[in-house]
């Protein structure tokens, strides 16, 4: 499975191109770890947990060692709650590793790669269809946008007032259907395009927009990395 963009609301979403535009949804609760040194002090506050939330005591594996304490099925708001409580004593594990690259590492998914491939190697095919697209004039001080370029097989311009460019821009994009727009500013200029039409033909179900970078700009706005996050504490 070549994944090429993965987030996390509600559930995990991954998009990975395998003959074919493909949508995987896994549904997978947020949870952390915790450790306490001293877990009898703590007691009231652990059954506290136990009586609100799926709590399993186990034993987990980290850059640290291998501890006993709790596998706690909650949001980091509960985990936040926990060090406030115990006044930084807990020890919390994986409450600041994303849903979904903690999904990746558990089934041994990396992006950008098949599983036959080296998950480090920073040479590897790339299967997916790609744009430039360039808006002229100054992001931070957008006026009338004129001037949209596209760079596909060869460069296209469209020019003149600004609804017609929009207008399109968005037709060009929905024949084409690429799977990642390279965009210099793009976090910039989407909000500047946003209030002024509806981008629609750029959600997530069309493509991605993206700086060049090892995995693509997510098109939640996150930029996302090929090698997964480890397992790390909170503090």
Same mark, same amino acid.
């Given at each position: 499975?070549?994944? !090429?963009?993965?987030?996390?609301?509600?559930?995990?979403?991954?998009?990975?191109?395998?003959?074919?535009? #493909?949508? %995987?949804?896994?549904?997978?609760? =947020?949870?952390?770890?915790?450790?306490?040194?001293?877990?009898?002090?703590?007691?009231?506050?652990?059954?506290?947990?136990?009586?609100?939330?799926?709590?399993?005591?186990?034993?987990?594996?980290? &850059?640290?060692?291998?501890?006993?304490?709790?596998?706690?099925?909650?949001?980091?708001?509960?985990?936040?709650? %926990?060090?406030?409580?115990?006044?930084?004593?807990?020890?919390?594990?994986?409450?600041?590793?994303?849903?979904?690259?903690?999904? @990746?590492?558990?089934?041994?998914?990396? =992006?950008?790669?098949?599983?036959?491939?080296?998950?480090?190697?920073?040479?590897?095919?790339? =299967?997916?269809? &790609?744009?430039?697209?360039?808006?002229?004039?100054?992001?931070?001080?957008?006026?009338?946008?004129?001037?949209?370029? !596209? @760079?596909?097989?060869?460069?296209?311009?469209?020019?003149?007032?600004?609804?017609?460019?929009?207008?399109?821009?968005?037709?060009? %994009?929905? #024949?084409?259907?690429?799977?990642?727009?390279? !965009?210099?500013?793009?976090?910039?200029?989407?909000?500047?395009?946003?209030?002024?039409?509806? &981008?629609?033909?750029?959600?997530?179900?069309?493509?991605?927009?993206?700086?060049?970078?090892?995995?693509?700009?997510?098109?939640? /706005?996150?930029?996302?990395?090929?090698?997964?996050? =480890?397992? /790390?504490?909170?503090?």
């Amino acid at each position: 499975m070549w994944i !090429f963009d993965s987030y996390f609301k509600g559930c995990v979403e991954l998009w990975s191109r395998e003959r074919g535009l #493909v949508r %995987i949804i896994a549904a997978y609760p =947020p949870l952390f770890y915790m450790h306490l040194k001293d877990p009898h002090a703590h007691w009231e506050m652990i059954q506290a947990l136990e009586s609100r939330y799926r709590v399993e005591e186990c034993s987990f594996n980290s &850059i640290f060692g291998t501890f006993e304490g709790h596998r706690i099925y909650a949001s980091r708001k509960v985990a936040e709650k %926990i060090e406030i409580q115990t006044r930084y004593a807990a020890q919390l594990y994986n409450v600041d590793v994303r849903q979904d690259q903690r999904y @990746l590492a558990e089934k041994d998914l990396f =992006p950008c790669g098949d599983r036959d491939e080296s998950r480090f190697s920073p040479d590897f095919e790339n =299967p997916l269809s &790609i744009m430039g697209m360039e808006v002229a004039g100054d992001p931070n001080f957008p006026r009338e946008i004129n001037c949209v370029k !596209f @760079l596909n097989e060869r460069m296209q311009k469209f020019e003149g007032q600004e609804k017609t460019v929009l207008t399109d821009l968005l037709e060009f %994009i929905k #024949v084409h259907d690429p799977d990642v727009i390279l !965009f210099p500013y793009a976090d910039i200029w989407f909000l500047s395009l946003s209030r002024r039409r509806n &981008i629609s033909a750029l959600s997530p179900h069309s493509a991605a927009a993206a700086s060049s970078s090892r995995w693509p700009q997510s098109p939640t /706005g996150k930029l996302n990395t090929k090698v997964e996050s =480890p397992s /790390g504490q909170m503090f």
